[in-house]
């Protein structure tokens, strides 16, 4: 069948399932996923996953939309108002995931130092698209969501350095050929600094041309070139689109006399995108690979998410964050998706002897995750007092917001 076909099926499938799972006092988000899962391979097959593999391009189209609101949360008067507590909470509650699953991996579980330190290195990513997608829904505001969203924009780039590290750390003990320097381990530090200079030069552009836009239409169309274009040349250079789509957004949030404008017209064009986007990713999550996941993996998803918690809280704690922030923190950092997913992919090509076992567990913790963890966010945010919609009239309101 032709791929828009597949694509009005999983728009359907997921706007019903939403408005189902409202009734269940869910985030719709939860209900994207439900109606992927059950129009996939696990259940009807109404969308293949070979015509899921087919629409990448929207998933890629998500995450930079997705990415470029993040990059608002970096406005440097927020910023400095949060202080350099921020960096404290995102360090902690990344790096104690990392050395929590490497601990317990290693000399708990007694597996190769190699295969431990993969798992531990891609602990530390999580999915900014389903929590803000339940932030979004809930309209939340207040002093854990201004924590939350730098948090989750910083995360990705603690995540990929520690990959990078560790990933230069577990070939140097598989292959004594390959040596452990200096230039190695700074090697992601660069790829992450450049990612951030290319976002940066490209806010720069579209803060200026967006000055000279003849009307909403006209920005909208620059904003939506510029983030696919940009999206483009960062998978081509093998940078990482969310870094800078982030800078991006991060850029014209400081620089942008109208800033806000140019930020939110995307709105207007992402609900389709983001249903059909979390829609695919519930297409994707084959169940069958669940009864493969065992003690390693069970151990994965319970290690993982107790370093993330506790990670968070130990860093509130010394950041003397408000204590609404320092309870509920760690409860929106579960998800876990696509830059994790795709980390393990490098893994599996880079380390062949132990990628199979990574890429089960790794896809198999994010069935897991992506379920539960939009259902902790909400949790999170009602307990904090910070969600803005009575949950008993939620299903009245638009899909994205």
Do not use: W
Not at 156 to 161: E, L, S, Y
Not at 195 to 213: E, N, P, Y
Not at 282 to 287: I, K, M, P, Q, T
């Amino acid at each position: 069948m032709h791929s828009l076909y597949y694509i009005g099926i999983i728009l359907f499938s997921g706007l019903l399932m939403g408005k189902v799972i409202s009734f269940f006092k869910l985030p719709k988000v939860t209900g994207y996923l439900i109606a992927g899962l059950i129009i996939g391979p696990s259940f009807l097959n109404l969308v293949p996953s070979t015509a899921a593999s087919k629409l990448s391009i929207i998933s890629e189209a998500a995450l930079g939309f997705i990415a470029y609101g993040i990059g608002s949360s970096f406005n440097f008067s927020n910023l400095k108002q949060l202080g350099n507590g921020i960096l404290i909470i995102t360090f902690f509650e990344s790096l104690t995931a990392v050395f929590a699953v490497d601990f317990v991996m290693i000399t708990i579980l007694k597996q190769p130092a190699p295969f431990g330190l993969m798992l531990g290195a891609i602990s530390a990513a999580t999915a900014p698209a389903a929590t803000i997608m339940v932030l979004k829904q809930y309209k939340a505001k207040g002093p854990l969501v201004n924590t939350l969203l730098p948090v989750v924009a910083i995360d990705d780039a603690v995540g990929i350095m520690a990959f990078g590290i560790s990933m230069t750390i577990a070939k140097s003990l598989i292959d004594s050929s390959s040596s452990l320097t200096i230039k190695t381990i700074l090697l992601p530090i660069k790829e992450i600094v450049l990612a951030f200079v290319i976002g940066i030069s490209i806010g720069f552009f579209l803060s200026i041309i967006s000055k000279h836009s003849e009307g909403e239409d006209q920005l909208l169309i620059i904003c939506i070139a510029t983030i696919f274009v940009t999206v483009g040349i960062t998978t081509t250079l093998n940078l990482s689109p969310l870094l800078t789509c982030m800078a991006i957004g991060g850029t014209v949030s400081n620089i942008s006399p109208n800033s806000t404008r140019v930020l939110s017209i995307v709105d207007r064009v992402t609900p389709p995108v983001f249903v059909a986007f979390f829609t695919i990713a519930g297409v994707e999550l084959n169940l069958s690979i669940l009864k493969n996941v065992g003690i390693l993996g069970i151990t994965y998803i319970l290690v993982r998410v107790i370093g993330k918690v506790s990670g968070a809280y130990l860093g509130c704690k010394i950041a003397k964050a408000p204590k609404i922030v320092q309870k509920y923190l760690g409860l929106t950092l579960v998800p876990q998706a696509g830059v994790a997913i795709g980390l393990a992919m490098v893994a599996e090509a880079m380390l062949p002897k132990y990628g199979a076992a990574i890429r089960t567990i790794v896809l198999s913790a994010t069935v897991i995750y992506e379920l539960v963890g939009p259902f902790l966010t909400k949790i999170a945010i009602f307990k904090a007092g910070e969600a803005h919609i009575d949950v008993k009239h939620s299903k009245n309101n638009t899909l994205a917001t």
